[in-house]
């Protein structure tokens, strides 16, 4: 691979713009081009999203949800990688969108930036592994007497969220090797998934990709309320693609450890979620092909997934891919730890926590990991997962609307930075791009059309059903506002700049010395 041939003078240039904004070498740069698109690929697994939440595709407007909802879902999210993979290039730190917000558009940004993404990683590393509880209770599940009760969905969690930072916690290159692994993985079972789908497809009817059928309300096994409103409908099944393609953000968690970043992470983000698109599209058009009545899946709703492959496939090649499927969700969970704890141990080195920040931000020697980081994540994720089981509103799990507002709270904390990049783009602060970039004419175009995006995306996110997702995030906002006023304006000074930086060479070298890294 082209990372064995790292240079002195590639090395020497990383830990330069590192310096020049202020921080120190400590953790292990040793991830390859590659390794830093497969953890953005893994994060994003469109065996864990794409399958977990399949329903939402067809229990819309059919198989059209499927064939052209997923291809608008996945420009959507395209847009903001393109956009995002810019300010990368420029500014190559762990914790990246953080970085970018406080430098671009300022200290209150970045901080609500930070927040807002903390947020959205812990509650998301919950939502993927609450979704392999669920996915092993379907396949495995019988054999273990696991039948997916509450609390045996928070044990399971516990147990393998613990088993995912511990490896986190044994270094970089450990959880590299993992998820380099873990794309191939995907992509080999997504292969095999596809041929057995249209090769067992009791027929093939290629028009359900374009036609539009209401499967809303009781049709659609109450996956989403009854409406007559197809251009309504749509929108929902954007949801699929919207929730699934996104994570790509860890390539930028993750580029203090990873070789000649200002090329790689960008190139690791774009390429993530190109592959991601492209291969989970046909994907899901296989799944969809392979239904042998559509109109009978859609009123299973979530189990229309596991109905069609117990419809069509021979048992022992049913269990290979399952094996497959629950592996990539495992290794997507594990990737997810890395990017939520970068990103904690980035916001608590600039003191961004309220509490702890210094042990937040330590750094093993021996294993060159933030494993404080690690290990808050994973408590922070269990407990929220613990609540999330117990607590019911209406009957409602508040699962269900937490899950939907980790999608507002994701997508906001991407649209901050790139809209702060929007306006400093050729200002002093930004006064010329990285190595991998757009022109400032497509770049800005590309912006506009994210932004576009998030409007979109908080419609579909806060639409009925899922109302109840518009309170919890004003409700996060306001708080935010209030601690912001009350506390944080005078206490959080952000990402070090101007003097500040010039300041810290002493504290860089010693904390680079304290874990043993060589000029």
């Not at 059928?213 to 309504?232: C, I, K, L, M």
């Amino acid at each position: 691979m082209a990372s064995e041939d790292y240079t002195d003078k590639e090395k020497h240039e990383d830990v330069k713009i590192l310096h020049g904004m202020g921080y120190a070498q400590e953790l292990s740069r040793s991830m390859s081009k590659f390794s830093n698109f497969a953890i953005s690929f893994s994060i994003i697994c469109i065996l864990s999203g794409g399958i977990n939440s399949f329903a939402q595709a067809i229990s819309s407007v059919g198989g059209a949800g499927a064939g052209i909802g997923w291809i608008v879902g996945c420009l959507l999210s395209g847009m903001f990688a393109l956009a995002m993979a810019q300010i990368a290039s420029a500014f190559p730190t762990a914790g990246g969108l953080y970085h970018w917000a406080s430098i671009l558009g300022g200290r209150f940004w970045g901080w609500l930036t930070a927040w807002l993404n903390l947020l959205g990683l812990i509650t998301v590393l919950g939502a993927i592994n609450i979704g392999t509880a669920y996915f092993f209770a379907g396949t495995f599940g019988a054999m273990f007497g696991f039948g997916g009760t509450d609390m045996q969905v928070v044990t399971f969690v516990a147990a393998i969220t613990i088993v995912q930072a511990l490896f986190n916690h044994l270094g970089i290159k450990v959880t590299t090797m993992l998820t380099d692994i873990s794309g191939y993985i995907i992509f080999a079972t997504t292969a095999v998934l596809v041929v057995a789908c249209l090769y067992f497809a009791p027929a093939i009817d290629i028009s359900r990709l374009w036609t539009f059928t209401n499967f809303s309300g009781e049709a659609g096994g109450n996956v989403f309320p009854q409406t007559d409103n197809t251009a309504y409908l749509f929108l929902l099944c954007l949801l699929l693609p919207v929730y699934t393609i996104t994570g790509y953000d860890a390539s930028a968690h993750t580029s203090e450890e990873t070789k000649s970043a200002a090329t790689s992470v960008p190139a690791g983000i774009v390429s993530a979620v190109f592959w991601s698109s492209l291969v989970g599209w046909i994907m899901i058009c296989a799944i969809t092909l392979a239904i042998p009545d559509l109109a009978v899946a859609a009123g299973q709703g979530w189990g229309m997934f596991f109905a069609t492959m117990d419809a069509i496939l021979p048992a022992g090649l049913k269990t290979l891919l399952y094996l497959g499927i629950l592996i990539a969700q495992f290794l997507c969970g594990l990737a997810t730890v890395t990017s939520a704890s970068r990103m904690l141990f980035a916001f608590s080195r600039d003191d961004g926590m309220p509490v702890a920040s210094k042990a937040l931000a330590t750094v093993s020697p021996k294993y060159r990991t933030p494993v404080n980081a690690i290990w808050t994540a994973t408590v922070l994720c269990i407990l929220y997962v613990m609540l999330a089981m117990s607590i019911k509103i209406d009957g409602t799990s508040i699962y269900v609307i937490v899950v939907n507002s980790t999608l507002v709270f994701l997508f906001l904390s991407f649209t901050i930075p790139l809209i702060a990049g929007l306006f400093a783009y050729g200002t002093d602060k930004w006064a010329k791009p990285g190595p991998w970039a757009m022109s400032a004419g497509t770049y800005k175009l590309v912006t506009l059309l994210s932004v576009v995006g998030m409007g979109v995306i908080l419609f579909i996110a806060v639409a009925p059903p899922n109302e109840r997702v518009l309170w919890v995030v004003l409700g996060f906002i306001a708080l935010a506002l209030v601690l912001w006023v009350a506390v944080e304006n005078r206490r959080f000074e952000g990402p070090p700049t101007g003097e500040r930086i010039a300041a810290r060479k002493a504290a860089i070298a010693a904390a680079e010395a304290a874990v043993g890294e060589k000029g």
